[in-house]
């Protein structure tokens, strides 16, 4: 009961930022262009593990022929494995939705079943629930506490219980491999919210959603690799702390570097390539960042976007950041 705890207070600041979060996971006009079904299927829920880069990205795409690309891009970026062929995170990512479905649903009858019929519709919520949406982008919780006034018990193993799912007004998800904890209370309605959750929690929730990791993943999460982006007079400079950065043993580094040029919202050019660090241990410690050039020259007229895509290939996991630049030409 003690963890438990630890997750009172703060619901003020707790309810603002889930409000950004549901917001940012809310659909948007954005630029006009015929429908089809199969973008729009797409966009529904796989908005849920987009960046803010990327949602910003995909809301200025001009025509479904630039959603199309994005799309194959999207699940390319997250494919942990591509020498095989099957995108193992685009799997994950719809087994989860399954379970979110089969779990989440305010409404489900058959909670904890598949559904068929009549009851199919109504456990087609749970993705969008706000247990769901935390399931879909960090997947299953190493540990949850289930909680009602008169009871308690521990999940272990994160595994839930069809008998006894109605019964908690209250629950609370550890994610060991993230260093996070999240809690949801369950309204008068039937519906949950999130209750409370550590300062890093939608800091882990960004980094997760482009980059998958395995339940038996075990890292700092301060030394989550990120990098920041801006113009230099050759085209555009990255920064990156020297304490994100993961070195092998000869205190080398290795980056894939991937930008997409867009030109008044059509992709112009995509720069891919390779860049090594090689630099001693005491030429390490006197820095604070190291810097990379990328030349580019913004020659015609018009508003640039820069879609910048940089994998640490050192890194065990969370290896891979993105970010983007804007510049009117």
Known sequence: ??????????????????????????????VKVARDPVIEAFYE??????????????????????KEEFIEEFWQIRDPDPGTEENEAKLEFEERVRYANMWFGTFNPRRGYESRGEDEDKSRTGW????????????????????????????????RYRPQAEDWTM????????????????????????????????????????????????????????FKPEFSAAGLRIIVPVSRISFDENFRAEFAFKVNVYLDRKRIDTIEESKVLEETEEELLDKKNVEFEIPYRTV??????????IQDRMAPSLSKYRSFLKRKV
């Open 1 to 30: 009961m003690e963890r438990f705890r630890l997750v009172l207070g703060s619901r003020l600041v707790g309810i603002t930022l889930v409000l950004l979060w549901a917001i940012s996971c809310s659909t948007s006009p954005g």
């Open 45 to 66: 829920k796989a908005r849920l593990i987009m960046t803010g880069e990327e949602n910003k990205i995909w809301k200025s795409l001009p025509d479904n022929a630039s």
């Open 171 to 226: 629950e609370q998800w550890i994610y060991d491999r993230y260093r996070a904890y999240v809690a949801f209370s369950k309204s008068g309605g039937g519906s949950w919210r999130m209750e409370n959750f550590d300062p890093h929690f939608f800091e882990v929730l960004e980094w997760a959603k482009l980059n998958w990791v395995s339940e038996d993943f075990k890292e700092d999460i301060e030394r989550r690799f990120r």
């Open 300 to 309: 015609e007229k018009g508003e640039y976007l820069f879609d910048i895509v």
């Open 128 to 159: 969008n629930e706000e247990r769901g949406r935390v399931f879909i982008v960090l997947g299953p919780p190493d540990v949850i506490y289930f909680m009602s006034p008169d009871n308690e018990t521990v999940s272990h193993d994160g595994s």
